[in-house]
């Protein structure tokens, strides 16, 4: 039963297939998935709609979300992964850097002009007033 040759070609190529499976899972599926919830929780705290005054609650939420996310950028996020944030724009060690600058803020102007920071190094879209953004297939606006 065990010196059947199409068995052990069978096995061995599900081992190898189980194994791909856990390498790809582990180093690439989950931490962009992380990196997503990271970007999702922290436009939850700072992205348009949100009340000028960050309260203390959130504060601290910002923090541990920035050694989140300094943790993942420099850690576990796959480099390919990284060249396609550099490709989009997006800039998650210039984010922590801002959140960071932004916590430790208490002038209103400047709280403002630190959330748009962050907004931009992790690419979420802030509708500034009389801005208005391009759909897809309109042509670009050049006024």
């Known amino acids: 039963m065990f010196s059947d040759p199409v068995l052990i070609g069978g096995v061995l190529a599900g081992l190898a297939m189980g194994s791909f499976g856990y390498v790809l899972f ?3 599926w989950r931490p962009t998935r992380r990196y997503g919830r990271l970007k999702k929780q922290i436009k939850a705290i700072v992205g348009p709609g949100r009340p000028d005054e960050v309260p203390a609650a959130d504060r601290d939420r910002l923090r541990q979300l920035a050694v989140d996310l300094h943790a993942l950028t420099t850690d ?3 480099h390919w992964f ?3 944030l550099q490709r989009r724009g997006e800039s998650p060690g210039e984010a922590v850097r ?3 600058s932004l916590v430790n803020c208490r002038d209103q102007a400047a709280l403002a002009k630190r959330r748009q920071a962050v907004c931009r190094s992790l690419g979420i879209i802030t509708d500034a007033p009389g801005h208005r953004q391009q759909g897809p297939g309109q ?3 050049r006024t």
């Open 98 to 100: 801002q959140i960071q």
């Open 26 to 28: 582990r180093f690439a």
């Open 82 to 84: 990284q060249l396609s």
């Open 76 to 78: 576990e996020l796959p």
């Open 139 to 141: 042509p670009l606006n």
